[in-house]
C-alpha cells in the first residue's frame, strides 16, 4: 500500500516542474525511510556519499544533474554527515544565471557555510550583482541570502545596495530589505547605526507589510534605547487603533483578525515604551481598553492579542480599569481547557501578581489543579508563579511542594534550577532555623551534586553560628537535630559528595558535644563514610578533619581515646596517600593522638569555629629565629616597598636585584609565572601580604594545625553571601508564639516520635519531623486568614508598600500580624471543636469553599458571621482532633494539610483517601475537595 | 526571534530543519536529536508549550504540534508570543497543505527545495514575514513560474567545465 502510494507520488513528481527530482533520489530516501538502525542507515548514507564524490568529479555534469546532486547534498548533511566535499560546487551553482539552479545554490550555501567560512569571499561578488538584477526573484534570493552569509567584514560591501532596496518598487523587496538590515543591526550594530533613521522612515511606507516588517528592527532597538524613541510612542498607537478599526486591507486578516502579528509586535513594543512612564501610558490606556472589547478569545491569535494586552498592562503604568479587564481575561484562561490557555494564564497571572497581590486569591483553585496537572510545562510555570508569590507565611507549603517535585523529575537542568529557588526560598523565608537545615538536607540529599558549594557553606555557618548570640540552649538544640538527622542519613548510600562535607563538618563539630552520642560511635561513623567514599578526596579530607576534631575534644575533655582499629587503618592509608592535603591531615592528626589534653585544646579549642582567628601579620613571634639567623650573618629581610622604591620592580628575587637592569621591556614579558615563588622557602623572601605559617619550620605540627583550622575557617567565612534569614524578624516570632505553641506541640511531638520509629522504614523518624510542623503551620493558616479580616484588610492597604521590597521588607511586615492571633481567637474557636468537625465533613465543599472566599472577599470590618466562623474553625479543629490522625499523615510525604479533610470523613487510612480523592478530581467531578486551608496556605 | 524551525516524523528522522544562526552540524543533530527525545516523552492533550533553555541556551521557548506522522517544531526566544508561534506552524501547514493538497510527509521528503521556497517566505532571517498562506502561495507560484520559464530558455546546459574555467 505504502509502496503504492510512493510510487503515484513519483508519477505525480514528473508533473511538478522544477521541483521533481530523480528516481535515485527517490531511492535514497525511501531505503532511508525504511532503514531500521541508525548503523544501517549511516551505511547507506556513506554509500551515497561516495556516489555523489565520484559524480561530482565527473568532466561534464549537465546542470540540471547538478542541481540534483547539490540537493542530495543538503539531504544528507540534514541527516548528521559531512557533506564539506561538495559546498564548493553549491557555491558555483550560485554564479549561474539560471534562476532555478541561482535558488537552489542559494538555499545550499545558506545552509552549508556559515558567515566567517572561506568560500564566502566567492559569493559577496555575486551577491552584490544579484543584489541589483532587474528581476525581483534575483533580488529577494540575493536578500535571503544575506541574512546567514554576510559577516561584519563584508557588511560594508552589500550596504549601499541594500539601502537603495528600500525603496524598491515591490513590497516584497523592501520588507526584505529592512529584515536583512535588521540582520545586520543585530550582527553588528555599529555598520548600520548611521542608517536607524531610514527605520523610522520605513514605518510610514504605504505598504502595511513593509510597515509590519520595521516594527521588527524597531523592536530591538527600543529594547536597547527607550528613551530616544518616546515620540513615537503616539504613532505606535494611532497604528495600532487603525488596525484594530480593519482599516487595513482584507489581505492582511488572519482567521478574521486584522494582522494580528502586527497588532502582537505593537503590544510588545508598546510594553517597553510605557514602562514606568505616566504620559506614555496614559496614551496607550484608551486602545488597550479597546482591544480587550474586541478581541475575539475563540480562536487562538485572538487570544494570544489578549494574553499580549495582558503582558502590556502588567509592564506599563497600572490603570484599576484594564487592571481588572487583564485580570478577567486571565481567569478565562485558567478555566479554559486547553493547556496552552492554562499556561498563558498562569504566565499572565505571575506577571500580575507583582502589580495587584490578591488577584491570585480567585484562581487558587485553577492554580492548584495546574500544579497537579500531568503536563510537565504547565507544572513547571505554576512553580515559577508559586515562586514569584512566596512570603513568609507560605513558604513551607510552597517549598515541600517544589522539593517533591524536585525529587521526582530527573531533567538535571530543572533540578538544578529548581534547587537553587527552594535554597532561595528558603533562605529568604525561613520560620525556624530547625526547618531550614531539614530543607537544605532534602536539597542536599536530591540534588546535592546540583547545589552551590556556597549553599553548604552557608548551611555549616548557620549551624554553627546559631540564630542568637545569647540563646545558647537553643544553639545546642539545634546542633543536637542536625546531628541526629545527619547519623540517620549518613548510612543511606550514594550520597552527594557536597551533602557528606557538611555532614562530616558537623558531626565533627558537634557530633559529641551533647554527650548523646560516643566519640567511638561518631567517628566509626566518619571512618564508614570515608571508607564507603574513598574515591572522593574531598569527602575523605573532610572526613578526616572531622575526627581530628572529635579525638581533640576527647582529649581535652580528659577522657582516655581509644582510636577504633578502622580509624587506625583509615590513617594508615592516607599517610601514603597521593594526595598532599590528605597525607598532610593524616599526619596531623598522628600527631595530635599523642599531645596531652592542655596542647590539644590550645590546637583545636571547642566549638570555636565562629571565633575569629587572630593573625599577627607582624610574624613577632618569628623574632627570635631572625634574630639568631642575622647574628649568625644573614642578610635582614628588605620590605617590598623598599624593594621596589629602588628597582621599580615589584616581586624579584634578592639575587637578581644586582643583575637585572631597568629594562622596562624585559619586566613585563617574565612577570607572569609568579607562582614558582613561594617553593623557595627563605623566610627573606616572602613579599606576600598574607604570612604562609606553614613554611615555617620552627614548630612544625601545632601550627600547621592552626592553620588547618584557619583553613576550615576560611572555607566558612563567606563575606560576599547574604544572610537572609534576618535574625531580629525571627526572633519576634519566637517570643510572640512559641509558648503557646511549645505547650500544644510538646506533647503532640511525643506521641509523634513513637509513631514515627515504630514503623520501620528507614527514614520514618527523619520524615516524622513533618508533622511537626504541620499543626503549627495549620494554625498559622488560620491566624493569618480567618483570623481577624481587619488585619486582611490592612494587608491589602500596605501590600503596594511592602511588595517591591521583595526580602526582608516584606518578612517585617507580616511578622506583626500573626503576634496577636494564637492568643485570642483560639479559645472560642476551641469550643467550637467538636461541633464544627462534623459539620465540616458534612457541608457540601463546594458551599464551604464558596464560604471561605465570601469571608475574604466582602468581610470587611471584622464581623463575626457564621461562615467566617467555619474558615477559622475547620483548621484549629485539626490541630485539637488530629493528634490520632497525625501518625498516619506522617506516612503520606505529601499530603500533610490537604488530606485532613478526606480523612475525617473517609476513614483512617489516609493514603487511601489521597488515591480516592485523586481518582474523583481524575473525573473530573470535584475539584474542590480538597482542603482550603491548602489554598489558603499558597494563596494567602 | 526564532531560532530554528524543524519537522521530524514520530521516528525522530528530521525531514527539515533550518536553524536561523549558524550551528555546525554535529550540534544541529545533538538539537534535532535533544528535542525529539523531549517531544516523544511527552504525553497527548498536554500544552503544545516548552522551555528550553537546556538545550537552546537561557529564554529558550519552543512551540510543537503533531501532525499524523510529523512533528512541526518552532524554537524561539522571548521576544514571540507562543500562541502566535502555534498559529504560524498553523499557517506553515495551510500552505503546504494548499501546496501539495493534502500533505503527508513524504511531499515534504520529495520536495526538499519547495519546502524551503515557502519557509523562507514565511520566516526570514529569524523574523516572522508574512502569515497569509494565500500570499505565501502567491509568491511561491510565482518563482516556480519564472524557475520553470528560464529552466525551459537554458535547456542545453553549458558543460561545468566551461564556466569552471572562468
Known amino acids: 500500500m505504502e509502496q503504492l502510494k510512493t510510487i503515484g507520488r513519483e508519477l505525480a513528481m514528473g508533473s511538478q516542474g522544477g521541483f521533481g527530482q530523480s528516481k535515485e533520489f527517490l531511492d535514497l530516501v525511501k531505503s532511508i525511510g525504511e532503514a531500521r538502525s541508525k548503523a544501517e542507515e549511516d551505511r547507506i548514507v556513506l554509500s551515497e556519499i561516495d556516489i555523489l564524490k565520484r559524480r561530482l568529479l565527473e568532466p561534464d555534469v549537465p546542470k540540471r544533474k547538478m542541481k540534483e546532486y547539490i540537493i542530495r547534498l543538503v539531504y544528507i548533511e540534514m541527516l548528521g554527515h559531512d557533506a564539506s566535499f561538495g559546498y564548493i560546487h553549491a557555491v558555483k551553482m550560485t554564479h549561474d544565471d539560471n534562476l532555478l539552479l541561482k535558488r537552489t545554490g542559494y538555499l545550499a550555501v545558506t545552509l552549508f557555510l556559515n558567515e566567517d567560512h572561506d568560500l564566502i569571499i566567492l559569493i559577496v561578488n555575486t551577491i552584490q550583482k544579484d543584489l541589483r538584477s532587474d528581476n525581483y526573484l534575483v533580488v529577494c534570493a540575493a536578500l535571503n541570502a544575506i541574512c546567514r552569509l554576510i559577516n561584519e567584514e563584508t557588511i560594508p560591501a552589500v550596504l549601499p545596495q541594500v539601502v537603495d532596496l528600500l525603496n524598491h518598487q515591490k513590497e516584497a523587496v523592501r520588507k526584505k530589505a529592512i529584515m536583512a538590515l535588521h540582520r545586520f543591526h543585530r550582527k553588528s550594530p555599529s555598520s548600520v547605526s548611521h542608517l536607524i533613521s531610514n527605520f523610522r522612515k520605513r514605518l510610514c511606507d504605504n505598504d502595511p507589510g513593509v510597515m509590519g516588517a520595521t516594527l521588527c528592527p524597531l523592536f530591538d532597538l527600543i529594547s536597547e534605547d527607550v528613551t530616544s524613541y518616546k515620540d513615537l510612542v503616539s504613532s505606535f498607537v494611532s497604528i495600532l487603533k487603525q488596525v484594530t478599526e480593519r482599516r487595513l486591507p482584507k489581505s492582511y486578516d488572519y482567521h478574521q483578525m486584522p494582522a494580528p502579528f502586527i497588532q502582537i509586535k505593537l503590544l510588545k513594543i508598546m510594553a517597553l515604551l510605557g514602562s514606568g512612564d505616566k504620559s506614555a501610558s496614559e496614551i496607550m490606556y484608551m486602545v488597550l481598553g479597546d482591544l480587550f472589547r474586541k478581541c475575539d478569545s475563540s480562536t487562538n491569535i485572538g487570544n494570544a492579542i489578549l494574553y499580549e494586552c495582558i503582558r502590556c498592562i502588567s509592564c506599563i503604568l497600572p490603570n484599576p480599569k484594564l487592571l481588572e479587564a487583564a485580570a478577567e481575561a486571565i481567569s478565562k484562561f485558567l478555566k479554559s481547557d486547553s493547556h496552552n490557555l492554562k499556561y498563558m494564564g498562569i504566565d499572565g497571572l505571575g506577571r500580575l501578581i507583582k502589580i495587584s497581590p490578591d488577584i491570585a486569591e480567585q484562581h487558587q483553585l485553577a492554580v492548584i489543579d495546574c500544579l497537579e496537572d500531568p503536563d510537565d510545562t504547565l507544572k513547571r510555570k505554576t512553580f515559577e508563579l508559586l515562586y514569584k508569590m512566596t512570603k513568609s507565611s507560605n513558604v513551607e507549603v510552597i517549598v515541600d511542594r517544589m522539593i517533591d517535585y524536585m525529587i521526582s523529575i530527573n531533567d538535571n537542568h530543572y533540578k538544578t534550577e529548581i534547587a537553587s529557588r527552594c535554597v532561595e526560598l528558603a533562605e529568604q523565608f525561613a520560620p525556624s532555623n530547625q526547618w531550614f537545615i531539614q530543607i537544605m538536607n532534602k536539597v542536599f540529599e536530591h540534588a546535592g551534586d546540583l547545589v552551590n558549594i556556597k549553599v553548604a557553606h552557608n548551611l555549616m555557618r548557620l549551624i554553627a553560628e546559631g540564630f542568637g548570640e545569647d540563646d545558647d540552649d537553643a544553639d545546642s538544640k539545634l546542633r543536637l537535630s542536625a546531628v541526629e538527622s545527619y547519623l540517620q542519613i549518613i548510612s543511606e548510600p550514594k550520597l552527594p559528595s557536597l551533602f557528606l562535607q557538611v555532614i562530616s563538618w558537623v558531626l565533627g563539630e558537634y557530633g559529641t558535644a551533647d554527650g548523646k552520642y560516643s566519640a567511638s560511635y561518631i567517628s566509626g561513623k566518619l571512618c564508614d563514610v570515608a571508607d564507603a567514599y574513598s574515591s572522593d578526596e574531598n569527602v575523605k579530607g573532610y572526613a578526616v578533619s572531622a575526627l581530628m576534631k572529635i579525638y581533640a575534644f576527647e582529649i581535652a575533655s580528659g577522657r582516655k581515646v581509644d582510636v577504633l582499629p578502622e580509624c587506625q587503618s583509615l590513617i594508615e592509608e592516607l599517610l601514603a596517600s597521593h594526595s598532599t592535603d590528605l597525607q598532610q591531615r593524616a599526619y596531623e592528626l598522628q600527631a595530635l593522638i599523642a599531645l596531652d589534653a592542655r596542647a590539644v585544646e590550645s590546637i583545636i579549642p571547642l566549638d570555636a569555629s565562629c571565633e575569629d582567628i587572630e593573625v599577627d601579620k607582624d610574624l613577632s613571634f618569628l623574632n627570635g629565629y631572625i634574630q639568631q639567623a642575622i647574628e649568625s650573618g644573614a642578610q635582614p629581610y628588605i620590605s617590598e616597598r623598599e624593594r621596589s622604591g629602588m628597582f621599580e620592580t615589584t616581586d624579584y628575587h634578592s639575587q637578581d636585584h644586582h643583575e637585572v637592569p631597568a629594562h622596562a621591556l624585559r619586566f613585563e614579558a617574565y612577570e607572569l609565572p609568579k607562582p614558582s615563588m613561594p617553593t623557595q622557602a627563605s623566610t627573606e623572601l616572602v613579599p606576600v601580604p598574607e604570612p604562609s605559617y606553614y613554611s615555617d619550620p620552627h614548630q612544625p605540627i601545632p601550627t600547621s594545625l592552626v592553620s588547618e583550622r584557619e583553613s576550615s575557617e576560611i572555607k566558612l567565612r563567606l563575606d560576599g553571601v547574604k544572610q537572609k534569614w534576618g535574625r531580629p524578624s525571627y526572633q519576634s516570632t519566637t517570643s510572640a508564639s512559641s509558648t503557646p505553641q511549645q505547650s500544644t506541640n510538646g506533647t503532640t511531638t511525643h506521641s509523634d516520635g513513637g509513631a514515627g520509629s515504630s514503623s520501620s522504614k528507614p527514614r520514618t523518624s527523619y520524615e516524622s519531623k513533618k508533622p511537626e510542623i504541620d499543626p503549627e503551620k495549620q494554625r498559622l493558616a488560620a491566624s493569618l486568614f480567618g483570623g481577624s479580616s481587619s488585619s486582611r484588610t490592612d494587608r491589602k492597604s500596605s501590600s503596594g508598600g511592602h511588595k517591591p521590597a521583595k526580602g526582608t521588607a516584606n518578612k517585617a511586615a507580616s511578622i506583626p500580624k500573626e503576634t496577636p492571633i494564637p492568643v485570642q481567637p483560639q479559645p472560642d474557636l476551641l469550643d467550637f471543636g467538636e461541633p464544627t468537625d462534623t459539620t465540616v465533613t458534612a457541608t457540601d465543599p463546594f458551599k464551604e469553599l464558596e464560604g471561605l472566599l465570601d469571608s475574604s472577599s466582602h468581610d470587611g470590618g471584622g464581623s463575626t458571621d457564621v461562615m467566617g466562623l467555619y474558615s477559622d474553625a475547620a483548621p484549629v479543629t485539626t490541630t485539637t482532633s488530629v493528634d490520632s490522625l497525625l501518625s498516619e499523615l506522617s506516612d503520606s510525604s505529601k499530603g500533610n494539610a490537604r488530606t485532613y479533610q478526606s480523612q475525617t470523613s473517609k476513614g483512617p487510612n489516609s493514603k487511601e483517601a489521597l488515591e480516592k480523592d485523586a481518582l474523583v478530581r481524575q473525573m473530573g467531578v470535584n475539584p474542590t475537595s480538597q482542603n482550603p486551608t491548602l489554598f489558603k496556605d499558597l494563596l494567602g | ?166
Open chain 2, 1 to 166: 526571534m526564532i531560532k530554528a524551525v524543524m519537522m521530524m516524523n514520530t521516528q525522530g528522522k528530521p525531514r527539515l530543519a533550518k536553524f536561523y544562526d549558524y550551528l555546525p552540524v554535529e550540534k544541529q543533530q545533538e538539537l534535532i536529536r535533544g528535542v525529539f527525545s523531549v517531544l516523544c516523552s511527552r504525553p497527548e492533550n498536554v500544552s503544545n508549550f516548552l522551555e528550553i533553555d537546556s538545550l537552546f541556551g537561557p529564554d529558550s521557548r519552543l512551540v510543537y504540534k503533531h501532525y499524523a506522522t510529523l512533528y512541526f517544531v518552532l524554537v524561539f526566544d522571548g521576544s514571540e508570543n507562543e500562541l502566535a508561534m502555534l498559529d504560524l506552524i498553523q499557517v506553515l501547514v495551510e500552505t503546504l497543505d494548499k501546496c501539495f493538497s493534502n500533505v503527508c510527509e513524504l511531499d515534504i521528503v520529495f520536495n526538499y527545495s519547495k519546502m524551503h521556497a515557502v519557509l523562507d517566505e514565511i520566516v526570514f532571517g529569524g523574523q516572522v514575514l508574512e502569515t497569509s498562506s494565500v500570499e505565501v502561495m502567491k509568491a511561491v507560484e510565482e518563482i516556480s513560474k519564472l524557475e520553470a520559464a528560464s529552466n525551459s530558455i537554458s535547456l542545453v546546459p553549458k558543460s561545468v567545465s566551461g564556466w569552471r574555467g572562468r
